[in-house]
């Protein structure tokens, strides 16, 4: 089979299926679009499952924020999938996305949303929050291009702020240690603002004064909506997996060549500059892939050929998450939040607690999702712990918390493994250093993914759109 005009993509998450589809849209589209997918079905961590009365459990993402340019690129997406009608938001002012839970000291405590919290000492925090900024002003900044998000809140807010904060947030995200996780992983902006300003609450203030320019990006109706209505997040009716499956559709009939269980076992770049990936007894000539691939996938597969990059792309570790969605009849929670985090000062095997059906109500009915492990995974519960094992724990973490003692209606459990990079501190440079590598050895190779340039599902497709568009000004088609 010749290599002109054909074009591989690695992994069918939705990275993968975002740059297939982007790829079938562009003129003139490659003659051949492949994409290998290892496991049985489309779409990675994105999983919802549809019971038969039609109650839906998220096993990943769940919510997706509708702000900055990646959350309209997805918006701009679902409009274009025909997905409209199915979205659903959670509406500004509702409680779900202003109550913001952490259980410290065995309470669950609703962070300080009001200004007095400014003045007053408010729990969690030992003093009031004025004192935060007020150590901001006092701190010179630091000459470290990188340091982890705990030592960076830390040294200018306090330790207050980072402990009950911040590592609260990072468990929330990447299910990771603040102490580990860069600075620029969450709060880039603000680590920007003290190199610029000395001082973040400058920064902070500079931006709130200064109108944002109007944006150089289409924006569609469903993403005006979006603004004008002011939502926290959104979802889909049935669960998020309607995202790929709508992808998969759309790709299919534009000709793209899915295959399902082929896992790309091999990649070899040729001295023409040419490409050959195996899956088993296959072989496909391209002249281009695209690897949306975990990294740590990706680095099993050059390491024979280029051990200097596989050692970087094993670097960018990722963590495994215990993930039991649980369901019971009535509704059996006492306030409405979002959730809850647990700080990993408290020692607990539970990384937070979302509540589903207080966003997204599914008639009379509770449905909770219980997240545990993370970096703390395999020091928690050890190598060889089940899915029973989790129910059990989780079971007995929510009786503590939420006093919910009788047996749920319905669970699920799922082990997810490797499920969430993280990027520790460093992980900018050693990102650049991959792609380097990559152009400086002609390699022939596009890099998108969770593992690089951002973690959420509105990042993923964002960072695939741009990487076809740009590969799509230099195809040898
Ligand atoms: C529990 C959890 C909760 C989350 N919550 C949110 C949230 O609320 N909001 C949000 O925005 N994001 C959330 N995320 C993050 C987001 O879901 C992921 O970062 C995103 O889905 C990753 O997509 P991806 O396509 O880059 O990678 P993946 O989904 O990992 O896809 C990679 C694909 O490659 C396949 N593959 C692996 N090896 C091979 C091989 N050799 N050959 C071929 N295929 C291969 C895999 O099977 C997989 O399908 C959450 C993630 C998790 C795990
Ligand atoms: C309240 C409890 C929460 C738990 C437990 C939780 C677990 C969890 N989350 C991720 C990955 C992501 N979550 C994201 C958004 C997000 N998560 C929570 C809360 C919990 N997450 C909220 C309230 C939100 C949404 C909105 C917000 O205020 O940010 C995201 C996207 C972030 C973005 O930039 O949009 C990711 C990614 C994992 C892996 C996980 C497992 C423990």
Known sequence: MGSSGTVAILGGGISGLAAAYKLSQIHPAPKRIVLFEAASRLGGWIHSSRNEDGVVYEHGPRTLRPVGESGITTLNLVQELGLQEQVINVPYGHPSSLNRYVYVDSKLIRLPTQLSALFKTTPPFHKPLLAAGLRDLFTSKSSKDDESMFDFVSRRLGPDIAEFAIDPLVRGVCAGDAKEISVKFLLKSLKEAEQKYGRITFGLLTSALRKPPPPTYHVSDLAKKAQLERWPVWSLQGGLQSLPESLVEKVTNA?????????????EVRKDGSLVVRSGEEELHCCNVISALPSFKLSELVEKAHPTLAKLLKSIDSVTVGLVNLEWTGQRLDHDAFGFLVPSSQNS???????????????????????????????????????????????????????????????????????????IVGHCDRVEKIRRYVDDNRLGLVLIGASFDGVSVNDCIHNATKAVEQLATKLKI
Request: glycine share 10%.
């Open 255 to 267: 000709g793209v060549e899915l295959y399902v269980e082929s896992p790309c076992t091999d990649l």
């Open 349 to 423: 095997p539970l990384l937070g607690v979302v509540y589903d059906t207080c966003s997204f109500p599914q008639g009379d009915r509770t449905i909770l999702t219980a997240m545990m492990g993370g970096k703390w995974f395999k020091s928690l519960f050890g190598d060889h712990v089940n899915e029973e094992a989790l129910l059990k724990i989780a079971l007995g973490q929510l009786q503590s918390v939420l006093g919910i003692s009788d047996p749920p209606a319905r669970a699920q459990v799922h082990i997810l493994r490797q499920c969430i990079p993280q990027y």
